[in-house]
């Protein structure tokens, strides 16, 4: 297994990296495009977003936050939790794919979020996305349900970090 490490993500020296890998056609076909996923994390605050790294060598990036309520009305998640804390990850090295290196950094982000009492984290996947899936399966995530989203099929996943108090 690969040394995987969570390091601070830093945009005045990691943006142009982010851009580049957003551009990756594995990456783009599933993030979208790349302008505007990279506009949406301008508007991700630091504290809540990470580089992944292996032997020191950043290969991917993590964020997360607590979505509104309209933003799971939007997608149709209305059910979801209040408090849960959203994930997205991304892994931009070709060589970095299939290395357990998604799973391992999405552990590490829950044990984070465990400890600074977050009870519980989700995450979405295209259905078409196996890969995704697996891996989210993989880190310790259960399907929620699927839902659409921008006419694609997409499957929520939930992890439950602490229980209710």
Known sequence: MPDVHLTT???TRDLSMLAA???RPHVAHWWGDPEQALSAVR????????LIEVDAQPVGYLCWQI???EELAAAGLHDLRGDLVDVDILIGEPAALGQGIGPEALAQ?????RADGVRVVGLAAAIANRRA????EKAGFRPFRDFAEAGQDM?????T?????
């Not at 970090?161 to 108090?165: D, F, P, R, T, Y």
């Open 9 to 11: 993500f830093d945009p």
């Open 21 to 23: 890998w957003l551009q």
């Open 155 to 159: 499957r929520y996943f939930v992890r």
């Open 133 to 136: 899936l697996k891996a989210y």
């Open 67 to 69: 979505p509104s309520l």
């Open 109 to 113: 982000l829950s044990a984070k979020l």
């Open 161 to 165: 970090l602490n229980a209710a108090v």
């Open 43 to 50: 508007q991700h605050p630091v504290a809540t977003e990470a």
